[in-house]
């Protein structure tokens, strides 16, 4: 049996001697999606001095792209295995470059707000695409680990690069041109991609299921919505009927893909114990980390007053820490096992999260610097390992579906994260007591603060800068260790969940 397999193998191998070439455009499309997350967190202060939005707003600017893409993830993942992977991802990327245009010129918090969303449609092309390509593109495990792990590393260098090239732009121009940088890699990668990247489907994937689509759309968008909500206002009744209308709509799609002959998403998947393990991990891993995360360049320039660029350069331990664990994380696991890899990665960064609880406002650089090399490290072994069990535990045809449950994961994780730690951070925020003559702005965020100061007496501006920054801190410090606790347990229940698992399956 052995010896059949083998020249087979090599023989499909040999049809696809430009994979690597194909990788390159893949990992250009994960650059794209990576750079224009972590420049909108350095670009946030300017958006509040220029657009002015209301808390509720800015975190609406921060997690609406979330929202639509976890809503969608699946059923364009669906879409690419039906229509083809290549043009779903050369077209998305297109109409990514073209609403970057409308996110760098929006002139009101509305706005904004609609052109986050729009990019979240475009977005959900994205990531399952090159996924599920990578999947078909490498039938060899090894090879395909390593493929995963540059995928990843590149995904994890976009976070460097953002706050980077984002904190160049931003010092020497208007916030719009950090989302203008996504224009000169969309062109690079549709006009390569178009020459270089192979078609795949599905040879028999059945109709694209649009009530599926709405089910799932709706589903996502009201159940995220109704928690975010609560955590920031509390229960009230049209906060209940969103999370109402959102779980039933959830209940249709999944009962809707258990009935039908040709399901957008084949519910069996979850049966997988290594696959729903990882999905899990995935999910709970990201909700511990984004709320930090996308304080983390607030903290940077508003409490310490660092520049945008060096805020952007603060950042950069995560990304090299990632960067380098992806690069070796199939090999850790093939040596010593995939849930020892994965349950140390998180254990890692809820213990670096945990440190996070004493930061202060005059924390020194060599504490935070340390903390983020670790999380760097830690989620670059989780999430390449977690994927490459995803991707290896599933036939290639269902690729494109089983990438998006992943990126949903991540999307979703993202989003609750933002929703639940944020508020926390918003919430405690709000009530810090400043001098008399502190306008109702000022509780509204830190930027509205550091933007209302600038018209307010010195006599009272520092004072009330003083307490709304004492009191931004206190609420990161809660938000890093209620992440330390997610993330601990989650490496604990990884270690369960994955037991048994490792990445030589070929599907």
């Not at 249709?252 to 696959?275: E, I, S, W």
């Not at 809820?350 to 005059?362: E, K, N, Q, R, Y």
């Not at 504490?367 to 830690?378: M, N, T």
């Not at 509204?444 to 009272?460: D, K, N, Q, R, Y």
Request: zero cysteines; glycine letters at 12%; aromatic letters at 6%.
């Amino acid at each position: 049996m052995t010896s059949t397999l083998q020249p087979a193998r090599a023989a499909e191998a040999e049809k696809r001697p430009g994979r690597w070439l194909a990788l390159s455009v893949l990992v250009l499309a994960v650059l794209l999606v990576a750079v224009d997350a972590t420049v909108l967190g350095l670009a946030t202060p300017y958006i509040s001095e220029d657009l002015a939005p209301s808390g509720t707003q800015l975190l609406w600017i921060g997690d609406v792209y979330s929202f639509v893409i976890a809503g969608l993830l699946v059923s364009m993942g669906s879409l690419g295995d039906r229509i083809g992977r290549k043009r779903i991802l050369l077209g998305g990327a297109t109409a990514f470059g073209a609403i970057s245009v409308l996110n760098a010129y929006a002139t009101t918090p509305e706005l904004m707000i609609l052109a986050r969303a729009l990019l979240g449609v475009a977005g959900a092309t994205l990531m399952p695409a090159t996924l599920a390509l990578i999947r078909n593109l490498f039938h060899d495990p090894r090879e395909r680990s390593l493929a995963v792990g540059i995928w990843g590393a590149t995904a994890s260098a976009g976070t460097a690069i953002g706050p980077i090239a984002g904190g160049f732009l931003l010092e020497h121009f208007w916030w719009g041109s950090v989302f203008l940088i996504n224009l000169p890699v969309m062109a690079i990668l549709v006009l390569v991609g178009i020459r270089t990247l192979p078609e795949s489907r599905n040879p028999d994937p059945g109709p694209w299921d649009l009530i599926s689509v709405i089910l799932s759309l709706v589903g996502m968008i009201g159940v995220v919505y109704a928690i975010k909500e609560a955590a920031t206002h509390g229960v009230t009744w049209p906060t209940l009927a969103a999370g109402l209308l959102g779980a039933a709509a959830l209940y249709g799609f999944v009962h809707r893909q258990l009935t039908m002959p040709a399901p957008l998403l084949d519910m069996r998947l979850f049966r997988r114990r290594g696959f729903s393990g990882a999905v899990l991990a995935d999910l709970l891993t990201v909700l511990g980390m984004s709320g930090l995360v996308f304080f983390l360049s607030q903290y940077l320039q508003l409490v310490q007053g660092r520049r945008p660029f060096e805020a952007g350069l603060a950042e950069l331990p995560a990304a090299v820490g990632a960067v380098a664990a992806g690069l070796v994380a199939g090999r850790a696991a093939r040596r010593f096992s995939v849930r020892a890899v994965v349950s140390g990665g998180l254990a890692g960064v809820g213990l670096a999260l945990a440190a996070l609880t004493t930061l202060g406002v005059s924390t020194g650089y060599p504490v935070l610097g340390a903390a983020l090399l670790v999380v760097g490290v830690g989620a670059g072994f989780s999430f390449t390992v977690t994927a490459d069990v995803i991707l290896s535990s599933v036939p290639k045809d269902q690729a494109g579906a089983a990438s998006a449950v992943s990126e949903t994961a991540y999307e979703l994780g993202a989003a609750l994260g933002i929703a639940l730690l944020g508020s926390i951070v918003t919430g405690v925020y709000r009530d810090f007591t400043g001098p008399a003559g502190t306008p109702a702005t000022a509780h509204e965020s830190l930027g509205a603060a550091v933007e209302a100061a600038t018209g307010m007496p010195p006599h009272t501006a520092g004072p009330m800068l003083e307490a709304a920054r004492e009191s931004f801190v206190h609420g990161l410090q809660l938000a890093s260790g209620a992440g330390a606790a997610v993330l601990l347990g989650t490496a604990v229940a990884a270690w369960f969940l994955l037991k048994g698992q490792n990445l030589e399956s070929t599907g």
